[in-house]
């Protein structure tokens, strides 16, 4: 079992820049496939960014292609989403997730959820 808890989110004004962390315990995420998801009220969970098991890959959904980067950390079994340029429709809960297998855009695709983090960017 691997268990996930992201920290990071809060407030923002727009334009302005956040950094979330996801932290593993209870296995080495050195072997999984990480992304990242967001979810605002009412709507679905949306992909915004995954990255491969070594860090090799990465992929981003296009509403936050250029301001968004995912890294990894094997070795502090962390992934991190650095947002930039933030605007009010980032505003949502983000979730961290891990995939024993590949890894996609889908949610399908993973494994484990972290309990979200709130990021909301004001105006």
């Known amino acids: 079992q691997v268990q996930l808890v992201e920290s990071g989110g809060g407030l923002v004004q727009a334009g302005g820049s956040l950094r979330l962390s996801c932290a593993a315990s209870?296995?080495?995420?050195?072997?999984?496939?990480m992304g990242w998801f967001r979810q605002a009220p009412g709507k679905e969970r949306m992909f915004v960014a995954r990255i491969s098991w070594s860090g090799g890959t990465t992929d981003y959904g296009d509403s936050v292609k250029g301001r968004f980067t995912i890294s990894r950390d094997n070795a502090k079994n962390t992934v991190s989403l650095q947002m930039n340029s933030l605007k009010p429709e980032d505003t949502a809960v983000y979730y961290c997730?891990?995939?024993?297998?590949?890894?996609?855009?889908?949610?399908?695709?993973?494994?484990?959820w972290g309990q979200g983090t709130q990021v909301t960017v004001s105006p």
């Open positions: 997730a891990a995939s024993r297998t590949a890894i996609g855009r889908l949610t399908t695709f993973y494994d484990y």
């Open positions: 209870g296995r080495s995420l050195s072997s999984y496939g």
